[in-house]
């Protein structure tokens, strides 16, 4: 028996399009452990949320294929699994949240409704049942007046109120792993504490693990265990989330950490930037995908693509250069 | 001595000039009607409810706030793109709120405005040479050759390749394309532009870029920004003074690095706290302000404080009449402020 709870391994995804093949993910491999939060970070384009998906079984095919990988879970290989059994996991084992709360509810349902759905389906219970359970959920997340509420519809709640819903709703059969997809990226800062709070609360009350999908450095300092840092479809780092900040050894992770402006301290006069741009997935850079854009590239760097290498406090990242002692240089190319 | 008799003179004559940007008790409210024609209910929105501030030459004024609490509409109002519903607005001293669009054409140059989404804001069927070259067309700037020079000079300078003068928006990722908005903006040489979270859509790392290229342009060619945002950690790059926001009016008003600093307004002490920052360890030491609730609707008059409904150090005397704005270079509008 593994120690996680739900294992990624080898995963890859290609896309096929009229640009070519796009090979959105390859060859990532991570676990998540009982009532552990890990945090995927990546700009847009990095192949965090459709990793995701594909533990879901919600990549379309076609255009989407999953040539290889597995992820494990409950002893089972997700990726195998029919439509049919997948959808006896899915909303009940492994449950999902996404970032724009008024898109995943149903306009046309109340509340009531489609949290009942859920229990029904699953758990079995009567209306009467999961009606009350319902209202249980709602009251857990926070939602004043739960009794009430629970008969309107999306468009009478706010944005940070919806997206509790959403957590009711994915919480409501006590999942063994929430994906929650940038859950607090359209909400505001103050309702964001609020949320991520409460996804904390509710994951220390029954020991969910939580993979936890962002762009923002803020929430997985607040929020995670784990971090694996995503780039060009590949994990370039994962570590303990205090040592990753301590000493990030992926280029990129140091030019992430480095260009988020931090309200606490001083402005300088420039901000530090990663040069040049996110790369074309259907034509990625030759080597290691981050090189025309890294200040530490070797020689060697546009030829050959460095492997996962274990980190010296545990955890792994992907770099021929050794950042703590190297000295930064002009990448190759400039903007434009 | 002469140092002495010079320094008053200098001092009465920059008086004299009126700021670059002057709004005082700008005020924009929607009039609504919700259900029937004889049943329903009718009353106002007070998006934007008593804001004031000047703007210098040159310098960054940030507008920040949650969402719905009027920082869009205020730069709306500003350029005259919403008829303001009371207040006054005067650019270089004349007053432009009252006039009409024909009126306003020659102040429309001085004033120019980034969008935040760089995919719709950019017409799709147009190559960004000729989005660059349009509002110069339409002002009647240069001659043609020159116009072409123009371009290929803007595009050099917001760090595009010139030799992409004939490509189209989708051929450009989002931080290039927010360059080509920029572009835009500076064609007409304006001395002032409002930018509506110009970096929100965008990723961290280009996010930076582009923040670097505002800086840059602003020393460079000394034009003064309006700059919108939610993000607390960009606009402390990017202001020389900051507002912040909340129902429709500005809470707190105070140069960057004293807001940060000292926040004098609960609501401003809140919202930074609610910033999580990129370090697990502060984040451990930290203590939060927790607000309760959420930002309530400006559909109805509040006789007292607007925050008192979320505010931890709320009393009774806050909720019978509103606060005003008050202070020298560090401005507050809360009756129990240190």
């Given amino acids: ?336 | 001595m002469a140092e002495v008799m010079t320094a008053p003179l200098t001092k009465s004559k920059a008086a004299k000039s009126p700021p670059l940007l002057d709004v005082r008790d700008l005020k924009v409210h929607f009039p609504f009607h919700r259900g029937g024609l004889f049943t329903g209910k009718s009353g106002v929105v007070r998006a934007v409810d008593g804001v004031s501030f000047t703007l210098e030459q040159g310098k960054t004024l940030c507008l920040v706030g949650e969402s719905g609490c009027g920082k869009s509409t205020t730069a709306r109002g500003i350029l005259n793109l919403v008829k303001p519903t009371s207040g006054e607005v005067y650019l270089h001293g004349q007053r432009i709120d009252r006039l009409s669009e024909p009126e306003m054409r020659p102040y429309r140059r001085e004033m120019q405005m980034i969008f935040q989404d760089p995919f719709a804001s950019l017409n799709p069927r147009m190559p960004v040479g000729k989005i660059i070259r349009e509002p110069m067309d339409i002002f009647g700037l240069y001659d043609a050759r020159d116009r072409r020079l123009e371009v290929m000079r803007l595009m050099d300078m917001v760090g595009l390749n010139p030799r992409f003068v004939n490509r189209y928006p989708h051929e450009f990722s989002g931080g290039q394309r927010q360059r080509i908005g920029i572009a835009r903006a500076l064609a007409v040489q304006p001395s002032l532009i409002v930018c509506d979270e110009p970096v929100s859509a965008l990723d961290v790392s280009i996010q930076a870029q582009v923040v670097n290229l505002l800086k840059e342009l602003q020393q460079k060619l000394g034009v003064a920004y309006v700059f919108i945002a939610h993000d607390l950690s960009v606009v402390r790059h990017m202001a020389d003074r900051v507002g912040v926001m909340y129902l429709g009016r500005i809470v707190e008003l105070a140069p960057a690095e004293e807001l940060y600093h000292a926040p004098k307004h609960p609501y401003t002490k809140a919202l930074l706290s609610a910033v999580p920052l990129p370090d697990p360890n502060a984040e451990v030491k930290r203590e939060r302000i927790k607000l309760e609730g959420e930002v309530p609707t400006p559909d109805k008059e509040y006789p007292g404080c607007p925050f008192a409904d979320r505010c931890p150090i709320v009393e009774e005397s806050c909720r019978q009449s509103p606060p005003r704005l008050e202070g020298g270079a560090h401005q507050v509008a809360c009756f129990k402020a240190d």
């Fill in chain 1, 1 to 336: 028996m593994s120690e996680y709870v739900l294992e990624v391994d080898d995963l890859h995804v290609e896309f096929h399009t009229d640009d070519g093949i796009v090979r959105a993910v390859s060859g990532v491999s991570f676990g998540v452990r009982r009532g552990e939060t890990v945090g995927i970070v990546g700009e847009s384009g990095s192949g965090k949320s459709v990793t995701n998906l594909a533990i879901m079984g919600l990549i379309p095919q076609p255009p989407g294929r999953i040539p290889q990988g597995r992820a494990i879970y409950g002893g089972q290989d997700l990726l195998k699994l029919s439509t049919n059994q997948l959808r006896r996991i899915r909303g009940h084992k492994i449950a999902m949240i996404f970032q724009d709360p008024m898109t995943s509810l149903n306009p046309f349902l109340t509340i009531a409704e489609q949290l009942m759905e859920i229990t029904r389906l699953h758990l079995g219970h009567t209306r009467k049942q999961a009606l009350k359970h319902a209202i249980a959920m709602l009251e857990s997340v926070g939602i004043p007046g739960a009794a009430q509420r629970v008969f309107e519809y999306p468009h009478q709640f706010s944005g940070g109120m919806r997206q509790r819903v959403m957590i009711a709703m994915a919480l409501s059969c006590q999942p063994d792993v929430l994906i929650a997809d940038e859950p607090t990226t359209a909400l505001d800062v103050t309702i964001q504490a609020q949320i991520l709070e409460l996804m904390q609360e509710l994951q220390k009350k029954h020991g969910t693990a939580i993979i936890l999908i962002t762009h923002d450095l803020g929430v997985v300092a607040t929020a995670c265990h784990q971090v694996c840092v995503m780039y060009a479809g590949k994990i370039v780092e994962q570590a303990e989330v205090h040592s990753l900040f301590a000493q990030p050894r992926h280029p990129y992770t140091l030019g992430l950490m480095h260009s988020m402006p931090r309200w606490d301290q001083p402005a300088d006069e420039r901000l530090n930037v990663i040069e040049g741009q996110p790369p074309d997935m259907a034509r990625l850079p030759t080597g290691c995908e981050f090189h025309p854009r890294c200040p530490y590239m070797l020689e060697r760097c546009p030829r050959e693509v460095p492997p996962l290498t274990p980190r010296p406090d545990g955890g792994r990242f992907a770099c021929f250069a050794d950042v703590t002692t190297a000295k930064p240089h002009e990448p190759e190319v400039a903007h434009g």
